[in-house]
């Protein structure tokens, strides 16, 4: 699903105008209309300036407009854009947290995708990550290894690296915090 039906999908199931939305996410209406219809206003300000080109229109007085606004309306854009990849990411979170409230209880088998010392990162084939927190992992006392991104058990050795192939349990998945959560199995 593409991140305009998507944002469709949850103004819908909100009942939130495109305004409203915006608000939500701290962006323009303009951002959340190109967002839906896939377009990015730096590419509708460059089309309308080939446009005027094309049509005779650039004149020295349209450039002279454009050479004034165009590092104001570059910067401002920049800004909106990495607003608009956060909340898309943050959309996608959600999705998949939602989604995985279904799945709570069952087991598959996933990569390990980050090592912290808070926990192991697993990221099962339908690309949905997930935390197996440290204080979860109560088989032993785990230890972070940072030079070697690597879980290592006190007391069984047990150790946990990135790419290792894992089976985990799904334990939680919280839509408002969008987070997913698993255990070993």
């Given at each position: 699903?593409?991140?305009?039906?998507?944002?469709?999908?949850?103004?819908?199931?909100?009942?939130?105008?495109?305004?409203?939305?915006?608000?939500?996410?701290?962006?323009?209406?303009?951002?959340?209309?190109?967002?839906?219809?896939?377009?990015?206003?730096?590419?509708?300000?460059?089309?309308?300036?080939?446009?005027?080109?094309?049509?005779?229109?650039?004149t020295?007085?349209?450039?002279?407009?454009?050479?004034k606004?165009?590092?104001?309306?570059?910067?401002?854009?920049?800004?909106?854009?990495?607003?608009?990849?956060?909340?898309?990411?943050e959309?996608?979170?959600?999705?998949?947290?939602?989604?995985?409230?279904?799945?709570?209880?069952?087991?598959?088998?996933?990569?390990?995708?980050?090592?912290?010392?808070?926990?192991?990162y697993?990221?099962?084939?339908?690309?949905?990550?997930?935390?197996?927190?440290?204080?979860?992992?109560?088989?032993?006392?785990?230890?972070?290894?940072?030079?070697?991104?690597?879980?290592?058990?006190?007391?069984?050795?047990?150790?946990?690296?990135?790419?290792?192939?894992?089976?985990?349990?799904?334990?939680?998945?919280?839509?408002?915090?969008?987070?997913?959560?698993?255990?070993?199995?």
């Amino acid at each position: 699903m593409s991140i305009g039906n998507q944002i469709s999908a949850i103004r819908n199931e909100q009942q939130l105008t495109q305004e409203q939305f915006g608000e939500l996410f701290h962006v323009t209406r303009q951002t959340v209309s190109n967002w839906e219809n896939e377009k990015s206003y730096p590419d509708l300000q460059i089309h309308r300036i080939i446009k005027e080109n094309l049509r005779g229109r650039l004149t020295g007085e349209r450039m002279e407009h454009y050479r004034k606004i165009l590092t104001e309306v570059a910067s401002q854009c920049s800004q909106r854009e990495r607003t608009a990849e956060e909340s898309e990411r943050e959309v996608v979170k959600l999705k998949k947290a939602e989604y995985m409230q279904a799945h709570i209880g069952e087991e598959y088998e996933g990569v390990i995708s980050g090592v912290t010392k808070w926990g192991v990162y697993v990221e099962l084939p339908n690309t949905i990550e997930g935390l197996i927190h440290v204080a979860d992992m109560r088989d032993d006392h785990y230890n972070f290894i940072e030079e070697t991104y690597e879980m290592v058990g006190e007391h069984t050795g047990n150790t946990w690296k990135l790419g290792q192939k894992v089976q985990v349990r799904v334990t939680d998945a919280d839509r408002l915090q969008r987070t997913v959560n698993f255990e070993f199995v």
